[in-house]
């Protein structure tokens, strides 16, 4: 397989509602779109994790475009008609990091692999399940009255968990009140690196609501900082933003910095990473579970794949269309009545992409090749 032409789409798309973390409020998702056109005259598509900011992990969507332009594509270009998804990663090992870009790469190539093949991500990857259990992020509110609001709609459209955005000033008392609220629900939270070890008595504070698990509470290389905290609390930890590798994985588990992983393909380098790390997890009894960038459609159906996996025992964040856009660049994802979403069963990514919401949402396109 050979590259023939490949774009890159500067997409916006509006939020249903503004989505706040510790490290600030986002309006639009904004991203880039990769298309890939391949000799067989098969196309590849794919998403980037990436954000405006390098506010969630070092990587940025200029930043992406660049390494993908200068540094990444042209050394999948040299590969000729050596071009395969295996092919990728060694190909790209010099360029250090740059998880997000090389993702973006590695799952178009994936795509248009398998469209050619006739294969579904989900076969490729060796998913267990036709459906998957749905949870939902719920950003920082400005009052505690709205945060119960949303997480009531949540709970009515049929999310089966919620997770909750925690930042100092927004942690104990929120989730005392959503567990109050709503009873037995599965409950967690994520906060995104924005406590230190000097809190641990603090976040102790949360081991009197029985959460599934705390996410990421500190910063994403202080591997020793978590498993001293692990010893200190009752609540799991888990990681996100640490975990970057299967390498990193097998390190954390042993460190018992971590009890769960969120895996996010576009944070790892791509989908045979992601499985890596599902496999290092589940060789140690360790569970994963699906973590998200708001994906539109296109980034959204390879994940539900993915998580799909036996070891992804915990519900992700990977919710229905409708909880991000009003109108998604695929056909809508949508959780059916014991809220799990269903897994897509086309060859590649498995859906398609709508080119006239696509057009009308990309600000401008950039011929790579
Ligand atoms: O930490 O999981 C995170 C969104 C942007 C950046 C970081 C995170 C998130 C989410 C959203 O929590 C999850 C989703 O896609 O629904
Ligand atoms: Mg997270």
Redesign the pocket.
């Known amino acids: 397989m050979r590259i023939t032409r490949a774009e890159v789409r500067w997409v916006r798309m509006p939020l249903v509602a503004p989505?706040r973390?510790s490290f600030g409020t986002?309006y639009d998702r904004d991203t880039i779109v990769l298309r890939l056109v391949t000799d067989a005259g098969v196309e590849g598509w794919s998403e980037c994790g990436a954000?405006l900011d390098p506010l969630?992990s070092e990587e940025w969507l200029a930043g992406v475009e660049l390494v993908v332009r200068d540094h990444l594509l042209p050394r999948l270009v040299a590969l000729g008609d050596g071009l395969t998804t295996a092919a990728v990663k060694p190909a790209l090992e010099p360029v250090k990091r740059h998880f997000m870009a090389k993702h973006l790469l590695e799952t178009a190539v994936l795509d248009a692999e398998l469209r050619s093949a006739g294969m579904p991500f989900a076969t490729f990857l060796g998913s267990v399940k036709s459906r998957v259990p749905a949870g939902?992020?719920v950003g920082i509110m400005d009052s505690t009255a709205d945060l119960l609001g949303a997480v009531a709609g949540y709970l009515e459209t049929g999310y089966v968990r919620i997770?909750l955005?925690i930042e100092p000033g927004w942690d104990l008392e929120p989730v005392r009140l959503v567990r109050k609220e709503f009873g037995d629900i599965l409950l967690q939270v994520?906060a995104?690196t924005a406590y230190t070890l000097m809190d641990a008595q603090h976040l102790a504070k949360l081991d009197d609501y029985g959460l599934l698990l705390i996410?990421?509470p500190l910063r994403e290389d202080d591997l020793r900082g978590h498993a001293e905290l692990a010893r200190i609390i009752r609540t799991p930890v888990c990681l996100?933003?640490s975990i970057t590798s299967a390498r990193d994985a097998a390190t954390a588990i042993a460190m018992r910095a971590c009890s769960i992983i969120?895996i996010?393909p576009s944070r790892v380098g791509g989908y045979l990473e992601a499985r890596r790390i599902h496999d290092v997890a589940a060789a140690h009894g360790v569970p994963v579970w699906c973590?998200?960038?708001?994906?539109t459609g296109i980034g959204r159906a390879p994940n539900l794949a993915l998580a799909a996996l036996p070891g992804f025992v915990l519900p992700g964040?990977?919710?229905a269309s409708s909880?991000?856009y009003t109108q998604d660049l695929t056909a809508p994802f949508e959780l059916d009545r014991d809220g799990c979403i269903a897994v897509p069963t086309g060859p590649g990514i498995g859906v398609e992409i709508l080119p006239d919401v696509l057009a009308s949402v990309t600000d401008r396109v950039i011929p790579l090749v």
Do not use: A, I
């Open positions: 989505f973390t986002s954000e969630y939902v992020s997770k955005k994520d995104n996410e990421q996100d933003e969120n996010k973590g998200g960038m708001l994906e964040d990977t919710s909880r991000y």
